[in-house]
């Protein structure tokens, strides 16, 4: 018995060792990697100074200081003699809170906003955490910009069409006004329409923080005018529209090619009205030939083709060209006509119908040999007159 516990003794006290030999190398273990990782954290640890807009004189402009060093004092320096602008958000003796400011993104990040850049801003700027530096951003060495804020005309001035300005600008987020006349009536602030004017008749459209387009759909007589549009209290030059060409709406229609049978035949029709739909017509009932590329019932596809070549400009061809083809066409665009095309009176030699060109063809042939035998009996006459005693004019007495 005592033998038998002394054996179960020996089994515990192995157990126990094997245990604990166990967890110092499960603790070696877990020191080791926690001592990798330490070196590594501090192998890769880094501070960057990123600019974040662009240079605009009277603009805000911003860069951006990141981290992955985890909690710590932030510096931001100004100048080549590294001035402190800020001590986290302690701004530096000498600056001013309304010129500069710092923002908190994350315990890792930070932003510092210049206001009203202007030409003494153009620095040396760097930022360090946790006693580790950022690179360098030396601003004499990026390009800077004027504000400016400019209008332009997207579209020909067309009478009944819509026409479009554009007005963009390089001065950030902030309202945007248009103006209408030369007193500068208020046609838009921002997307608010001015209480004179229809929306119907006007539509701003916002294509990006710095660019908008204006609409003036029906455009007319009175909207020949001065615009002019600013923002952020930064305006553009007058556009005078009262200087520029007018066009009236119109669609016309062409013949491209030849009359030529068995050929095919191409008619363009073109317009200045901008996107709307189109609208070919064949015969004196005018006949629907096509509405833009849809064929009209009791067309053949194979016959007759169309082929937009722009929003202004529509073609159509006239496949095995043949005398049922010769017909009137006209075309519209927007609800506006073009002219009529009369093929029956164009003027064009080779429109000639094949019988008619065959019944020529013979005549001629005809007249090819008739002649010269007229020719040769009248010269033979006129010999045989001459000289009456000619062997070949005598007669037999």
């Known amino acids: ?20 030999m166990c967890l110092n190398l499960a603790l070696f273990t877990v020191q080791t990697e926690s001592a990798d990782i330490s070196e ?24 951006r200081c990141t981290s992955n060093n985890g909690n710590g004092t932030w510096f931001v320096f100004k100048g080549p003699s590294r001035n402190v602008l800020f001590q986290d958000k302690a701004i530096g003796s000498g600056y ?22 202007d030409e003494n801003d153009i620095d040396v700027y760097m930022c360090s955490h946790k006693d580790k530096s950022s690179n360098q951003l030396n601003m004499g060495t990026i390009e800077y910009h004027q504000t400016s804020v400019n209008l332009t005309l997207m579209t020909d001035l067309v009478l009944e069409n819509t026409v479009k300005l554009r007005c963009e600008s390089n001065t950030g987020s902030g309202t945007w006004f248009i103006y209408k006349g030369l007193d500068h009536d208020v046609m838009f602030q921002d997307m608010a329409l001015g209480s004179t004017y229809n929306q119907s008749k006007y539509k701003m459209e916002q294509i990006s923080t710095e660019t908008i387009e204006i ?3 029906s455009f007319e007589q009175n909207d020949i005018d001065v615009y002019m549009c600013s923002h952020k209290d930064k305006s553009s030059k007058n556009l005078d529209l009262r200087n520029m060409e007018v066009y009236e709406s119109s669609v016309n229609l062409t013949l491209m090619t030849d009359l030529v049978f068995n050929n095919t035949v191409t008619l363009r029709c073109s317009s200045n009205n901008g996107y ?8 004196t009932n005018h006949s629907v030939l096509f509405q833009d590329e849809t064929i009209g019932s009791g067309y053949n596809t194979s016959k007759y083709s169309v082929d937009h070549l722009s929003q202004k400009s ?16 006209m075309c519209s665009h927007k609800e506006k006509l073009s002219n009529l095309l009369d093929l029956r009176t164009t003027k064009n030699n080779t429109s000639e119908i094949p019988s008619e060109r065959h019944e020529t063809q013979t005549h001629v042939a005809v007249i090819a040999t008739v002649v010269p035998v007229i020719i040769i009996g009248i010269v033979v006459a006129v010999i045989c007159i001459i000289r009456k005693r000619a062997p070949g004019c005598r007669r037999e007495e």
């Open 1 to 20: 018995m005592a033998v038998h516990r002394s054996k179960q003794n020996i089994q515990a006290a192995g157990y126990v060792t094997l245990i604990l």
């Open 314 to 329: 529509l073609e159509m061809s006239i496949n095995q060209f043949d005398i049922n083809d010769i017909d009137e066409y």
């Open 215 to 217: 609409e003036i759909r």
């Open 96 to 117: 001013k809170e309304s010129k500069f400011t710092m923002d908190y993104f994350s315990k890792d990040s930070i932003q510092i906003s210049i206001r009203k850049f």
């Open 276 to 283: 709307g739909t189109w609208f070919m017509y064949k015969g």
């Open 40 to 63: 590594l954290k501090h192998l890769n640890v880094s501070v960057n100074l990123t600019l974040m807009t662009d240079l605009v004189f009277t603009n805000t402009v911003s860069f």
